[in-house]
């Protein structure tokens, strides 16, 4: 059971009337507050699907107690740590201000959106801006998608993952302007609506198209990739509910994203049930068709939980069956030669960080990951070194 403070009543999430309380609230728009700690933490209803539902103002998991279902690690475990306070700031309001390391804009005299080194995201190592990948680490690590316990199998699909991060990009900013309105995350697709979904998704794609001078806007495509087929002067790519649309690569990008990518491409080869998601930056041609400018991928389970290498996978198959609560950690954009904490059990008494240190890891990858461990004495660590042992158990 859990208790929060909502229009000055106490209320508690088993009461009878919780949703109907909550759908008041959330036209009134109350604010709800957590009363997991002492003063409580301010917390706002969302719609997802149409169920209203409390979730966590940007970046505030730290802030609950940890026993909490709304308690995150701490951000220095993950990539999130270095970006905050200079790549992702809190505003006024709660609203999380991002500071992005790629354009929103093309300008009207670049005649080949897609063509040579800018195409391809580029490979920084700079704090102070948010990466393409970086972005979708953050949608995702916002949207919750990186939570998961054994009492929501076969419960999570496209819908909940669309809402999950239509709702995240409502909680972001860039230079003031809301991130949500440039972000498209395709809808659900059913047959019976299609006329109204392609016209929701025309209109949002519409700027696009606007023949005006200037700088063309581009918009965030992200979504899950259904298919890559080579075509005549490139490759295009095929968007899963997004049919009828096709997305350009020309050949050299193609070629770049296939080198950079290489590892999200095999783990979404080799595994029947994964999921491999894209987010780009898109803009419109004269012609109509929609070009990839900034391409980044990655590769997610069955659960959506993402992976970066087949040892995160072969963890997740354990810890996806057990009923506590799994945190996956996300590498943001810390660079390889660097460790996170690729999953954390928060809800143990000692909360367990996991870290897997890869084949070929030096002493410097040793060294930051002993001072990340002794900077936290207050979590339990296990430690699976891929190319000296098989898989440690984890114990409960
Ligand atoms: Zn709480």
């Not at 709304?70 to 220095?76: R, V």
Request: with cysteine.
């Amino acid at each position: 059971m859990r208790e929060f403070l909502l229009d000055g009543e106490t209320i508690s999430d088993e009461a009878e009337d919780f949703a109907s309380r909550l759908a008041f609230a959330y036209r009134g728009r109350s604010r709800p507050i957590c009363l997991c700690c002492n003063p409580g933490i301010p917390m706002y209803i969302a719609m997802i699907g149409d169920q209203p539902t409390i979730k966590r103002m940007p970046l505030t998991g730290g802030a609950h107690h940890q026993a909490c279902p709304s308690y995150e690690p701490p951000y220095e475990l993950s990539g999130l740590g270095a970006l905050m306070g200079h790549a992702i700031k809190l505003d006024a309001d709660g609203a999380a201000a991002l500071r992005l390391d790629f354009s929103l804009s093309k300008r009207a005299s670049a005649v080949s959106p897609s063509a040579g080194a800018e195409a391809l995201e580029r490979v920084r190592n700079d704090s102070r801006k948010l990466s393409l990948r970086g972005l979708l680490h953050l949608l995702w690590h916002e949207g919750g998608l990186t939570e998961w316990t054994a009492r929501w199998a076969g419960k999570r699909h496209w819908w909940q993952v669309h809402s999950h991060l239509v709702e995240a990009a409502r909680t972001m900013s860039v230079r003031g302007e809301r991130l949500v309105g440039r972000v498209l995350v395709p809808e659900p697709f059913r047959m019976e609506d299609k006329t109204a979904i392609e016209k929701r998704r025309a209109r949002a794609l519409a700027p696009l198209f606007e023949n005006k001078a200037g700088a063309k806007p581009l918009m965030i495509l992200v979504g899950e990739i259904k298919d890559l087929t080579p075509v005549r002067m490139g490759q295009q790519v095929v968007i899963k509910h997004l049919p009828g649309f096709r997305l350009y690569l020309e050949d050299e990008t193609w070629r770049r994203l296939q080198r950079r990518f290489e590892t999200e491409l095999t783990l979404w080869q080799s595994a029947d049930n994964h999921h491999l998601m894209v987010i780009a930056t898109i803009g419109g041609s004269p012609s109509g068709t929609v070009t990839a400018h900034e391409i980044a991928l990655m590769t997610v389970t069955e659960q959506w939980l993402p992976v970066e290498s087949v040892y995160e996978t072969r963890l997740l198959e354990i810890l996806t069956r057990k009923c506590e609560k799994t945190i996956k950690g996300l590498r943001f954009d810390l660079p390889r030669a660097q460790p996170y904490a690729a999953a954390v059990l928060p809800e143990r008494p000692q909360p367990l960080a996991l870290y897997i240190v890869p084949a070929g890891a030096d002493s410097e990858f040793e060294a930051r990951l002993k001072d990340m461990v002794e900077a936290r004495p207050d979590l339990a660590v296990w430690i699976w070194r891929v190319d000296k042992d098989e898989m440690p158990d984890i114990t409960d």
